[in-house]
Structures are given as structure tokens and as C-alpha cells.
């Protein structure tokens, strides 16, 4: 059975820093693409960055020159640390996974393991 978990959210302030982590059991980061996406309140899910399964990165979106995706393969646990946070990063963020490559874009649809999804909250 797949099981992703993510944990590391919270309330901070305009201008920190988060680091959340993906536990993934069931499947290994060796051989799946991961995403992280982020769903803001009244917004649609959103894809804002990748590792494939080679340990290459995309990013894309408003945060992607503040976000570092990273993994463990020991552990088998995904990250990610976002940094200088801003308000409009408020947003639950789940981990995603998909068999071996990743697809160009970072669509919902292209992934078919998720996680339950962290929350960021962000004042100013």
C-alpha cells in the first residue's frame, strides 16, 4: 500500500523560512517522479516544483525562485524549503508521485499518488 504523509506546516511570519517533508512508504523516490503542489483557499491545486527520478528539479509558479525541492533516498522522505514566505503562500501543500518519468508540466492529472497535505499559514 502507498502511503504519503506530509508534515512540517504551520503559522509563520512574512519573510521565514519552512522546510516540509514528504514520508513516502510503498514506493520508492528512486524510481517516481515527485511533485509538490499547493492549494490556496478559493484557489484550483497548482504544481510548483518536481525531482524526478534522477534527482533532476523544475520549478515553476510565483514562489520558484524561493522553493528547493530535495530527497533522501535513504529514507525515502521529500522535501521542501521555501524560503522568504509571503502571505500569498498561505496554502495546504501536498506531495504528489508518479512511476518513473516525470511529465513536462506539473499537472494534477499526471500523478496518482498524494498525500493528505500540510498547511502554511503565513501573516504579515
Known amino acids: 500500500q502507498v502511503r504519503l504523509a506530509e508534515s512540517g506546516g504551520g503559522s509563520v511570519q512574512s519573510g521565514g523560512s519552512l522546510t516540509l517533508s514528504c514520508e513516502v512508504d510503498g514506493i520508492s523516490l528512486s524510481d517516481h517522479c515527485m511533485a509538490w503542489f499547493r492549494q490556496a483557499p478559493g484557489e484550483e491545486r497548482e504544481g510548483i516544483g518536481k525531482?524526478?527520478?534522477?534527482?533532476?528539479?523544475y520549478y515553476v509558479g510565483s514562489a520558484k525562485s524561493r522553493i528547493f525541492i530535495s530527497r533522501d533516498i535513504a529514507k525515502n522522505e521529500l522535501y521542501l524549503q521555501i524560503n522568504n514566505l509571503k502571505p500569498e503562500d498561505t496554502a495546504k501543500y501536498y506531495c504528489?508521485?508518479?512511476?518513473?518519468?516525470?511529465?513536462?508540466?506539473?499537472?494534477?492529472?499526471?500523478?496518482?499518488?498524494w498525500g493528505q497535505g500540510t498547511q502554511v499559514t503565513v501573516s504579515e
Open positions: 525531482i524526478g527520478f534522477t534527482g533532476g528539479t
Open positions: 504528489a508521485a508518479r512511476a518513473r518519468n516525470c511529465a513536462p508540466e506539473i499537472r494534477e492529472a499526471d500523478f496518482y499518488h
